[in-house]
């Protein structure tokens, strides 16, 4: 018996080194064929925040200019088809690039994406554009995919929005910021503008369902900022 049962626990302990000798050989097989796709088509892996990196990269430390993150953008959204383009860039001194991209054919608010100003690798920004964007939302596996039959109703109209921007500004930071309604209606929220003295500082996004409000403290001092249209 004492014999039987060493035989027995023998083949269980080799079937289980086959089976993890060929599971470390298809993981080996994986990742090189992944590694060979990323290569081809431009793209590395960061899980949700994978981006595209573009031709535009520098050689150099110099900052690329609005016009090379420009077209390293116009090249990412060739995935969407033609009905997207860029509304607005702002230029940081400390941190990415960040891109508003909005539909041709309705006005509406479609994506904020951030530009690495070195690279041009082009990725989603985190925040309201991940988690509360209801047409383009990059929660739906990657950036490559969107629901383009999205449909709701917004609780929130775009001057309740304002209002409650407003008074999270003043509240928040003080009297001398606003929030003059400057921004795009995506789907599922808005994005403004905020302002201290009349010039433009950041922004912060407002839920058009639940009117939560949701600051953009990320992006650090803002130098200029660019609108294609």
């Given at each position: 018996m004492k014999n039987k049962q060493q035989l027995v626990w023998g083949v269980i302990l080799l079937g289980a080194i086959a089976i993890l000798i060929g599971y470390s050989i298809w993981l080996f097989m994986f990742a090189k064929s992944a590694e060979t796709v990323i290569s081809n088509q431009g793209y590395y892996n960061s899980g949700m925040m994978g981006g595209r990196v573009n031709s535009n990269q520098s050689s150099s430390n110099e900052k690329l200019t609005p016009d090379q993150v420009l077209?390293?953008?116009?090249?990412?959204?060739?995935?969407?088809?033609?009905?997207l383009e860029v509304a607005d860039i702002f230029v940081f001194t400390d941190a990415d690039y960040y891109v508003s991209v909005e539909e041709k054919d309705t006005g509406r608010g479609a994506m904020e994406l951030l530009v690495n100003p070195y690279t041009g690798q082009v990725y989603p920004e985190p925040g309201p554009n991940m988690m509360w964007n209801e047409k383009y939302s990059m929660m739906m596996g990657d950036s490559l995919r969107y629901n383009a039959n999205a449909?709701?109703?917004a609780n929130v109209n775009r001057t309740e929005a304002v209002k409650i921007?407003?008074?999270?500004?003043?509240?928040?930071f003080g009297e001398t910021f606003s929030?003059?309604?400057d921004g795009h209606a995506f789907y599922?929220?808005?994005?403004f503008h905020i302002e201290e003295n009349d010039k433009v500082i950041g922004m912060l996004s407002v839920n058009d369902r639940t009117g939560e409000v949701w600051s953009h403290d990320w992006h650090g001092e803002l130098e200029q900022v660019i609108s294609e249209h």
């Amino acid at each position: 018996m004492k014999n039987k049962q060493q035989l027995v626990w023998g083949v269980i302990l080799l079937g289980a080194i086959a089976i993890l000798i060929g599971y470390s050989i298809w993981l080996f097989m994986f990742a090189k064929s992944a590694e060979t796709v990323i290569s081809n088509q431009g793209y590395y892996n960061s899980g949700m925040m994978g981006g595209r990196v573009n031709s535009n990269q520098s050689s150099s430390n110099e900052k690329l200019t609005p016009d090379q993150v420009l077209a390293d953008v116009e090249n990412y959204l060739k995935v969407y088809g033609n009905n997207l383009e860029v509304a607005d860039i702002f230029v940081f001194t400390d941190a990415d690039y960040y891109v508003s991209v909005e539909e041709k054919d309705t006005g509406r608010g479609a994506m904020e994406l951030l530009v690495n100003p070195y690279t041009g690798q082009v990725y989603p920004e985190p925040g309201p554009n991940m988690m509360w964007n209801e047409k383009y939302s990059m929660m739906m596996g990657d950036s490559l995919r969107y629901n383009a039959n999205a449909t709701y109703t917004a609780n929130v109209n775009r001057t309740e929005a304002v209002k409650i921007a407003d008074d999270f500004v003043k509240s928040q930071f003080g009297e001398t910021f606003s929030v003059p309604g400057d921004g795009h209606a995506f789907y599922g929220y808005y994005t403004f503008h905020i302002e201290e003295n009349d010039k433009v500082i950041g922004m912060l996004s407002v839920n058009d369902r639940t009117g939560e409000v949701w600051s953009h403290d990320w992006h650090g001092e803002l130098e200029q900022v660019i609108s294609e249209h």
